[in-house]
């Protein structure tokens, strides 16, 4: 079980951008694959966004066009660039790794390890 730490947030005015960072632990960090997920106030945990082994991508609805998902394999880290952001993307986002290939990707229960937690809050 690889453990990973969430880092980067903060506060940021709308339309503004920050990134997150993901570092993992662990000597097979390449071939897990790895997912954001956000939790709101009052709201359930949703999926952002997930980076396979193979660096292929996924988003949320929501989030499509504006977020940017990557990973350095040499760091352990996976990345998240925010942009445009908007007083909705407000929560504590999740970095979290999977061993086995999630099915589908925003299904967080596929997930075998998460990180503490980031806050991001947008202001208006």
């Known amino acids: 079980q690889v453990q990973v730490v969430e880092s980067g947030g903060g506060l940021v005015q709308a339309g503004g951008s920050l990134r997150l960072s993901c570092a993992a632990s662990?000597?097979?960090?390449?071939?897990?694959?790895m997912g954001w997920f956000r939790q709101a106030p009052g709201k359930e945990r949703e999926f952002v966004s997930a980076i396979n082994w193979v660096l292929s991508t996924y988003y949320a609805d929501s989030v499509k066009g504006r977020f940017t998902i990557s990973r350095d394999n040499a760091k352990n880290t996976v990345y998240l660039q925010m942009n445009s952001l908007k007083p909705e993307d407000t929560a504590v986002y999740y970095c979290?790794?999977?061993?086995?290939?999630?099915?589908?990707?925003?299904?967080?229960?596929?997930?075998?390890?998460w990180g503490q937690g980031t806050q991001v809050t947008v202001s208006s």
């Open positions: 662990g000597r097979t960090f390449s071939s897990y694959s």
């Open positions: 979290a790794a999977a061993n086995r290939t999630p099915r589908p990707y925003s299904d967080y229960s596929k997930y075998d390890a």
